[in-house]
C-alpha cells in the first residue's frame, strides 16, 4: 500500500490541524493505520492508530483527549485531527500501514512537518 502525507504546517500553541494520508493500491479491510511522529533530536514515536474495519482506536498517553484518528472509506483516506496543540507536538508527523496480524508497521508515508509555536 502507497501512502501520502499532508496537511502540516505552522501553528500556534493552542491552535488545530488536521493530517491526511491517502492510501492506494490495496484495499484497506485488512489493515490497521497508524500516525507516528519524530521530533529533532527524538526517537520515532506512536502517537495513534486506526483498525480500518472494525474503527478501534489507540492513542498514545501523551495526545490522548487532544488527538483524534478516523477514516473515510470512500475516499481512502486517514485523518489526526489535533486540537490544543502544544509546542511539543512538533515534529514530523508520518502515517504508516500494517496487515492486521502483523506486530510492524510495513508502509510507511513520507512524513508531514508540524511546527508550534509558543
Known amino acids: 500500500v502507497q501512502l501520502q502525507a499532508s496537511g502540516g504546517g505552522l501553528v500556534q500553541a493552542g491552535g488545530s490541524l488536521r493530517l491526511s494520508c491517502q492510501a492506494s493500491?490495496?484495499?484497506?479491510?485488512?489493515?490497521?493505520m497508524g500516525w507516528f511522529r519524530q521530533a529533532p533530536g527524538k526517537e520515532r514515536e506512536f502517537v495513534a492508530s486506526?483498525?480500518?474495519?472494525?474503527?478501534?482506536?489507540y492513542y498514545a498517553d501523551s495526545v490522548k483527549g487532544r488527538f483524534t484518528i478516523s477514516r473515510d472509506n470512500p475516499k481512502n483516506t486517514v485523518y489526526l485531527q489535533m486540537n490544543s496543540l502544544k509546542p511539543e507536538d512538533t515534529a514530523v508527523y508520518y502515517c504508516?500501514?500494517?496487515?492486521?496480524?502483523?506486530?510492524?508497521?510495513?508502509?510507511w508515508g513520507q512524513g508531514t512537518l508540524v511546527t508550534v509555536s509558543s
Open positions: 493500491g490495496r484495499r484497506l479491510s485488512s489493515y490497521t
Open positions: 486506526i483498525t480500518w474495519s472494525s474503527g478501534r482506536t
Open positions: 504508516a500501514a500494517r496487515l492486521d496480524y502483523q506486530r510492524d508497521f510495513s508502509s
